[in-house]
C-alpha cells in the first residue's frame, strides 16, 4: 500500500484504529515537516546545548500527537496542523532548554568573552563600544558576580530574561521566536537593559 493510493482521512481513520502501518505511511509523506522544524531550531538547540537527537525525538513526539488528535472536522489541513503541533512541541522544548534566569548568578562568564553570534565581548554588546565606557573600571572594582547580581536587581523579569538569552548567544531573531514576541519588542526591551546598566555603571 502506498499513501498515495489513500486519503489522510482514510489514514487518519486507520490511525485511530491502531494501524501501525497507517501511521507508517502518514510518516512517510509527512517526514519532510520534521526535517524542517528540526532545521528552524536546531541552531537555537545548539546555542542552548539541547541535543540535536533529543531535538528529533521531540519532533516525532509532537508528530504523533497530530496524527492521533486530527479530526476530520478542522479547518486546517493535516499537513498544516502537524505542522503545528511539531512546531509547538520544539517551542516548548526549546523553552526549557533555555530556562537561563539563575544560569548567569551560577556561573561564572566573562566580560571578555567573544560571543560568536555578535563577535564582540559582552563588555561591547552593553557599552556600545563607547570611548570611556565605565564597564572598563567595573573590572577593577567589583567581582564579576557581584555586577552580575546587581543587574540582576534592576532589571524586570522579561527585560532580564532577553538579557540572559542575549549574553548567551542569541540573535535578535532567535530571542523574538522564542519569547514569542516581535523584533520591535525585543529590541526595545535590549535598549532598556542597556539603558539601565549605563545608568548602574555610572552611579558607581
Not at 115 to 136: F, I, K
Amino acid at each position: 500500500m502506498s499513501y498515495e493510493d489513500i486519503s489522510d482521512n482514510e489514514l487518519i481513520g486507520m490511525v485511530h484504529e491502531a494501524s501501525e502501518e497507517a501511521k507508517d505511511l502518514l510518516f512517510e509523506k509527512y517526514h519532510y515537516i520534521i526535517d524542517i522544524e528540526v532545521k528552524k531550531y536546531a541552531n537555537m538547540a545548539k546555542i542552548l546545548g539541547y541535543d540535536q537527537h533529543d531535538l528529533i525525538q521531540d519532533a516525532l513526539v509532537g508528530f504523533s500527537d497530530a496524527i492521533n488528535s486530527y479530526r476530520e472536522d478542522r479547518e486546517a489541513s493535516l499537513a498544516s496542523f502537524i505542522t503545528l503541533c511539531v512546531d509547538r512541541k520544539l517551542q516548548v522544548s526549546i523553552i526549557k532548554a533555555g530556562r537561563l534566569k539563575n544560569k548567569l548568578i551560577n556561573e561564572s562568564l566573562s566580560l571578555e568573552h567573544i560571543y560568536s553570534s555578535y563577535a564582540s565581548p559582552l563588555m561591547d554588546l552593553l557599552s556600545d563600544n563607547s570611548e570611556n565606557d565605565p564597564l572598563e573600571n567595573i573590572l577593577k572594582e567589583e567581582t564579576f558576580q557581584e555586577l552580575l547580581q546587581s543587574i540582576r536587581n534592576i532589571l524586570s523579569d522579561s527585560e532580564y530574561e532577553v538579557y540572559s538569552l542575549m549574553i548567551n548567544g542569541l540573535k535578535y531573531d532567535e530571542i523574538a521566536t522564542l519569547l514569542d514576541k516581535n523584533l520591535k519588542q525585543v529590541d526595545n526591551t535590549i535598549q532598556r537593559v542597556r539603558n539601565k546598566i549605563k545608568k548602574l555603571l555610572s552611579e558607581r
